[in-house]
């Protein structure tokens, strides 16, 4: 049977390919490569950028890629658009693996903002000390407001090649999932005034907002970026559902 593709860089990339490794079917796992040490996986891996849509458009008929599972970050828009374009020019079935986002419970403080530019004008003020909670990509935005005290949390340490872009920043590097407890502690060691988060969903990374919640701090919520419509699943089972209805179909 020809491989399923899957589009990483989630915790439900990593679940998804170790359901489809047990029923026998081939599949490839495919990182942006913004990590330095990525998790073990039963499935073949690959690593880096196709060049494009064409480029990925190009890898899914060299290869013979009989379906696409976009498991990738909520946020990863561009490689999800890319996607969506190549399945498109291919005719090669695709289907999101895409968390639901969060939404509010009763004791939340949550400042909304429409993305990354719009949380960074809504530090404007006077110094704080911030849980900077969106990964590593997009902290050089947050240069333009270098009064607060951040906290990062990272998965890889930082490189002294490559040195941080805001002046005045702690580091924690640390892999999750984290429990609500272990964030408390967080929070409360660094005294942190208020979190700011992706709206990213799922269970991996929401123990941040259960101790925000707990602590009474507000929370900045930066709303996902808008990406081409496509099928969507909200479990690794209902992915495995349709790679099964798929299969039957000869794809």
């Known amino acids: 049977m020809k491989p399923v593709l ?9 679940r998804l390919a170790a359901a489809i490794a047990e029923t026998g079917r081939r599949a490839v796992l ?11 996986q039963p499935v073949p891996v690959r690593v880096g950028g196709f060049g494009g849509a064409e ?29 969506v374009a190549a399945a498109k020019a291919t005719e090669t079935p695709i289907l999101a693996l895409e968390r639901a986002p ?3 419970e009763p004791g939340d403080d949550w400042r909304e ?16 000390r911030i849980f ?7 902290l050089g935005d947050f240069a ?12 890889d340490p930082p490189k002294a090649t490559l040195p941080l872009p805001l002046p005045r920043a702690a580091v924690v590097v640390a892999r999750g999932p984290f429990t609500e407890a272990e964030d408390i502690a967080l929070l409360c060691s660094h005294r942190i005034d208020m979190v700011v988060a992706k709206n990213a969903g ?35 089972a209902e992915v495995m559902g349709w790679l099964g209805h798929a299969a039957c179909l000869g794809v």
Request: proline letters at 8%; a positive charge.
């Open 55 to 83: 480029g990925l458009a190009a890898w899914i008929r060299r290869e013979e890629i009989s379906a696409i599972i976009d498991a990738t970050h909520p946020f990863a828009a561009r490689i999800s658009a890319n996607a």
């Open 132 to 138: 900077l909670a969106i990964g590593r990509q997009h």
């Open 30 to 40: 495919s990182y942006a490569g913004r990590v330095d040490e990525p998790r073990e």
């Open 202 to 236: 799922g269970d991996g990374a929401s123990a941040k907002l259960a101790a925000a919640r707990s602590l009474g701090l507000p929370v900045l919520m930066i709303a996902r970026p808008a990406i081409p419509r496509r099928p969507v699943a909200r479990s690794v």
């Open 102 to 104: 969060w939404t509010p």
């Open 6 to 14: 899957i589009l990483g860089g989630t915790l439900d990339a990593s």
């Open 144 to 155: 333009a407001a270098p009064q607060h005290h951040y906290l990062l949390r990272l998965v």
């Open 113 to 128: 903002v429409a993305d990354i530019p719009a949380a960074v004008a809504a530090l404007a003020g006077l110094p704080q």
